[in-house]
């Protein structure tokens, strides 16, 4: 049954008459071009086409997509009603979110509030564009998920190693010279409207922005690519070096491992413990007693060897222990709070979707879309983790799954950056292989 499923992932072609000219081109930018260039593109997110925030080469073409692929197939027409069944029911839900504040009105006072800039009523103009960037990772998802060929594996792995590239670029670069390198990124990172009314430069960062390492030393940069920093290109990177670990690709694992070493990102810790720890146990079972054992083994060396415990101190420990893990726990638990505060409706849905912005996913949810939100949002990432029953990727999705949920319930709240959803949507056709192996007949 197993050899079964795992053959269906090797679909045939089936000869299609092609009644015009407009269906040969159209079949080439949607079997080409168009997704080729989409997937090669997504990783990038300091760099933008126009001067509008948000409009990087992977949004545009995501925003694009009804009109490049339009066709007369039942695929388009999936796609289109995609579009037109999230608006509705994003508007819905941000609705019953914005109900809430007829019953009181939150205390607002110890959160980060995304921009005060009002449409009508307690609609916000953040209420708009962060819906349109989650529009925007959903249509990407499902794009995947709809036209899905083996191909584009092979091209989201030839993004995140250009990504990874040009962060080894920057990376020496900057060891040489001692000055930035980055050429390419021009977006800026947080709230403009902040900084112009005159809080400074210090309101947000550039695409360009560069860290010094604290764990190589003031000499090294912290390598973050065209991310924006070094805990996105964590969650950018590490759920592929995960998979990539689980299908045992090793050259592709070692060399997307080094860029997050190089990082020095808490995140990407997380991430590969908890994706190849679980990889791992459920390819051999017996792999519980070597991770016990190597835990053993770290604790150990932290207590007797000092470049060990300067190491781990500068990954976790010292995080926790200075003026940003504070306050990333003050954000955590003011945030946590929000729905908890006695009105019904915000226990359920929130504040709204895009009101405010706490440091770590969990909070982040919970206060903008509450209860449902959360559940809803934990579902869609996790579903393909107990649906997917064999594949010869199976342990290798759930694995990068977990990493990336585990990654950004703990220390991210971004959930626009798209190669995290590849994976989702990776899952999910999966699932879809698996179902149509057991209905077809045996042969």
Known sequence: ???????????????????????????????????????????????????????????????????ILVRDNPRYLR???????????????LACSLSGYSIDMPDMSRLTVIREIYIVGQLKQTHVTQGIYLLTAAVFTY??????????????YAGIMLLAAYGFYEFVFYAIFHTNGDFLSNRNFGDLNTAAAGAGQGAFATGSYLQQSNLFGPAFMRLKSLVGEPSMYAL??????????GRRWWIMFAVLTLSLILSTSTTAVIGLLVGISYAEIRRRPEAFVYVAAAVIA??????????????????????????SGNIRLKSFFSHIAVPFDGNPIRALFGLGFGSVRATDMLSNLLANIGVVGFLLYSAALLAPCLLLRAGV???????????????????????????????????????????QALSAPAS
Request: charged share 10%; net charge positive; aromatic share 16%.
């Open 143 to 156: 794009l995947i998920y709809l036209y899905y060929q083996e191909a584009f594996l092979k091209y989201a």
């Open 236 to 245: 950018t990177v590490t759920p592929f070096a995960v998979y990539a670990f």
């Open 1 to 67: 049954m197993v050899a079964h499923l795992a053959g269906a992932y090797r679909t045939k072609t089936v000869p299609v008459r092609r009644s015009s000219i407009y269906d040969w081109v159209s079949d080439g930018l949607i079997n080409g071009l168009f997704f080729r260039a989409l997937l090669l593109v997504a990783p990038i997110q300091s760099v933008l086409l126009m001067p509008v925030q948000g409009s990087t080469p992977a949004f545009l073409l995501v925003l694009a997509a009804p009109a």
């Open 79 to 93: 796609l289109l009603v995609f579009y037109i069944s999230f608006v509705l029911l994003y508007s819905v839900f």
């Open 298 to 323: 770290v604790v150990l060396l932290y207590a007797t060897a000092a470049p060990v415990q300067q190491a781990i101190n500068t990954l976790l420990i010292d995080k926790l222990d200075t003026l």
């Open 393 to 435: 990727d199976r342990h290798a999705l759930v694995a990068t799954l977990l990493a990336v949920y585990f990654m950004e319930m703990l220390t991210v709240s971004e959930y626009a950056y798209l190669p995290p959803w590849f994976m989702a949507a990776l899952s999910y056709v999966r699932v879809r292989q698996q179902r």
